[in-house]
């Protein structure tokens, strides 16, 4: 079994930071890209950022040099330090991994159960 758990979310002024971390668990044998993911009442899953294992980085245009993804390979975790946040970025904010599991052959997509960001004054 699995697990992604996300911390870190919660209330912030405009202008604010957050960090956010996704940490996986269980019967793992590697784990591939990684990446953060948003979605807003009303409005489609987006996304947020990505990152490969070896750490090549992709963003949208919207959060572009004010998010910034990182991961720790060794803890299976992955961040997203959020900067100069606006009050559009207000969403519930999941993390997904591709990852393979031990004594399996094809690495799947697993998803955490999300955690909320409020900007707002």
């Known amino acids: 079994q699995v697990q992604l758990v996300e911390s870190g979310g919660g209330l912030v002024q405009p202008g604010g930071s957050l960090r956010l971390s996704c940490a996986a668990s269980?019967?793992?044998?590697?784990?591939?890209?990684m990446g953060w993911y948003r979605q807003a009442p009303g409005k489609q899953r987006e996304l947020v950022a990505t990152?490969?294992?070896?750490?090549?980085?992709n963003y949208p245009n919207s959060v572009k040099g004010r998010f910034t993804i990182s991961r720790d390979n060794a803890k299976n975790t992955v961040y997203l330090q959020m900067s100069s946040l606006k009050p559009e970025d207000t969403a519930v904010y999941y993390c997904?991994?591709?990852?393979?599991?031990?004594?399996?052959?094809?690495?799947?997509?697993?998803w955490g159960q999300g955690t909320q960001v409020t900007v707002s004054s």
């Open positions: 269980g019967s793992i044998f590697s784990v591939n890209d």
């Open positions: 997904k991994a591709n990852l393979l599991r031990s004594g399996r052959n094809l690495p799947l997509d697993y």
């Open positions: 990152i490969t294992r070896g750490g090549s980085t």
